[in-house]
C-alpha cells in the first residue's frame, strides 16, 4: 500500500521515519560471497540483489589493442515489486537507467584498470561483465547494485595463462589454480533523501539555510516522494569517486558537505562489514545463511570444533556405528527381593546366595555377594536353576527322614530349620 506524504510528513515532524529510524540511521546490510566463484548477494533492509561476473578471453578491437574490455548490466525481476510486475516497461527503463550509472561508477573509479586485462597486446586480452539482477526492491537499489557488483568482481578468478613462444595457453582449474581479477578499488554509494519543507523542523543533521531533512538509506515510498536524492561514491580510504543528483531541488554547498560528512561514516561501516565477509569467505568458514530462511531452520557450526563437539549424537549417528548396550537374558534369575534395574544384567546368582537372601536380607547379601562370570546363554542359565532347586529339594527331603546332607554348617542349619517345621505340622 502506497504512502501518502501527509503521513510521511507527519512523521518527521516528530523526527522518525515511517519504519520506525532516525532521520540518520540505515539498514542493516548482509554481504554473502560465492556459493560459486565471481558471484554475491547483498541484503540491505527490505532490497535484496545478486551479481555475477563473466570472464573470457577474446580478441581485442582493432582499434585499442592494449585494453581489455568491461560491461555492467543491471536487470531488474519483474517480481521485485508491485509496480514492475505490473509495468514491464518501467522496470526495464529502471535497469538501463542503473546499469549507466553503475558502468560510469566502476569506470570512474578505477575498479578494474583495461591495461590489465591484456594478455597479450593486439592477440587477446580479457572480457570481463557484471550481470545484476535486483530480486527485491525496497529502496536504495542503486546502493545495492553497486555493492554486490563490487563484491561479485573481488570473489571472481580468471584462468591462469602462460605464454610459450608464440602460442598462449590457458590452464585448467585442474592444472593450475586460478588467479583473482586485478581489483584495485572498492567504492562505495550511499545515497540521501532530501526534503525541502520550511514548516518541518530542523533535524539535527540538516541545513538551517536551506531547511533540507537529509535522510540516510531511503526506503521505496521516501525515495517516491522526495524532492531530490543525492547519491555520494566514495571508497574505504575517504575519497570521493563521484556525486549524482536526482531532482530539481537546489543544493547548496553547507548540505553537500554535510551529506559527504554522512557518507564517510556509513562507508566506513560498509567496508568493515566487507572485510569481515571475505575474511569468511576466503578462509573456508561458512557465510551467513541465504536470506529469506528463519533462523530455527539454520544451524551454523565453526570450521573447527574440539573432538568432543565433532562427536554426533547417538540418534544421528548411522545405524552401523552406534553402540547397542547388552542386554540381559530374558529369562536371568533375580535374587529374591531385588528389583530388576539393580540386578546386573548377565550375572546368575549361585545357590548359596539364594539362602543367605533367604536368611540375612537383601542388604547384608549384597556385601557378602562374590563377583560371578556372566552367564554364556540363556539354556546354561535355566539349566543352573533346575539343578540348583532340584538340590534343595533332596537335601530337604533327607533331613525330614534323619539323614544328613553334604554342605556347609550354614546350610545344613537352615536345612534343618526347615525339617523342624515340617515334622511339627
Not at 520506525?20 to 540511521?25: C, E, P, Q, V, Y
Not at 551467513?288 to 573432538?307: E, G
Not at 544421528?316 to 547397542?324: G, I, L, T, Y
Amino acid at each position: 500500500m502506497a504512502v501518502s506524504r501527509e503521513f510521511v510528513q507527519g512523521a518527521l515532524e516528530k523526527g522518525v521515519r515511517c519504519d520506525g529510524r532516525h532521520l540518520n540511521a540505515a539498514r542493516h546490510c548482509e554481504i554473502e560471497f560465492g556459493p560459486q566463484q565471481g558471484s554475491a548477494m547483498v541484503r540491505m533492509g527490505g532490497s535484496i540483489a545478486c551479481a555475477s561476473v563473466n570472464v573470457e578471453a577474446v580478441a581485442p578491437y582493432a582499434d585499442r589493442p592494449r585494453e581489455g574490455m568491461f560491461a555492467a548490466s543491471v536487470d531488474v525481476s519483474p517480481g521485485s515489486c508491485l509496480w514492475a510486475a505490473t509495468d514491464v516497461v518501467a522496470a526495464r527503463e529502471l535497469g538501463i537507467d542503473m546499469s549507466r550509472k553503475l558502468e560510469r561508477l566502476l569506470r570512474s573509479a578505477r575498479v578494474l584498470n583495461n591495461e590489465d586485462l591484456v594478455v597479450v597486446a593486439g592477440k587477446l586480452v580479457w572480457q570481463v561483465r557484471v550481470e545484476v539482477m535486483i530480486l527485491e526492491v525496497d529502496g536504495n537499489v542503486l546502493d545495492v547494485a553497486a555493492l554486490v557488483s563490487v563484491a561479485a568482481l573481488k570473489y571472481a578468478k580468471r584462468p591462469d595463462v602462460s605464454i610459450r613462444g608464440e602460442s598462449i595457453v590457458l590452464h585448467a582449474l585442474e592444472e593450475r589454480e586460478a588467479v583473482y581479477l586485478p581489483v584495485n578499488h572498492t567504492p562505495y554509494i550511499v545515497t540521501f533523501a532530501l526534503f525541502a519543507r520550511t514548516a518541518l523542523p530542523v533535524a539535527a543533521h540538516s541545513s538551517k539555510r536551506a531547511s533540507l531533512l537529509v535522510l540516510v538509506d531511503p526506503t521505496e515510498d521516501e525515495e517516491r516522494l522526495c524532492d531530490a536524492q543525492l547519491s555520494v561514491s566514495m571508497n574505504a580510504f575517504g575519497e570521493i569517486c563521484g556525486l549524482s543528483k536526482a531532482g530539481g531541488l537546489a543544493i547548496d554547498k553547507e548540505n553537500v558537505m554535510l551529506c559527504t560528512s554522512l557518507a564517510a561514516d556509513r562507508v566506513r561501516h560498509l567496508d568493515g562489514l566487507f572485510k569481515h565477509a571475505w575474511e569468511l569467505a576466503n578462509n573456508g568458514a561458512p557465510s551467513k545463511p541465504q536470506f529469506n530462511v528463519r533462523p530455527s531452520q539454520v544451524c551454523i557450526f565453526p570450521s573447527k570444533v574440539p573432538n568432543i563437539m565433532s562427536v554426533p549424537s547417538a540418534s544421528k549417528r548411522p545405524r552401523s556405528e552406534r553402540q547397542v548396550a547388552p542386554q540381559a537374558p530374558k529369562h536371568a534369575d533375580v535374587i529374591q527381593g531385588m528389583d530388576a534395574e539393580a540386578q546386573p544384567p548377565g550375572i546368575q546368582p549361585s545357590a548359596e546366595a539364594k539362602n543367605l537372601s533367604e536368611k540375612f536380607g537383601m542388604a547384608d547379601v549384597q556385601a557378602e555377594l562374590p563377583k560371578a562370570a556372566p552367564a554364556t546363554s540363556v539354556l546354561q542359565s535355566t539349566k543352573t536353576r533346575k539343578a540348583s532347586g532340584s538340590e534343595a529339594s533332596n537335601m530337604i527331603d533327607k533331613d525330614s527322614t534323619g539323614s544328613s546332607s553334604s554342605g556347609d554348617d550354614l546350610t545344613k542349619a537352615i536345612i534343618k530349620t526347615k525339617g523342624k517345621k515340617k515334622v511339627k505340622r
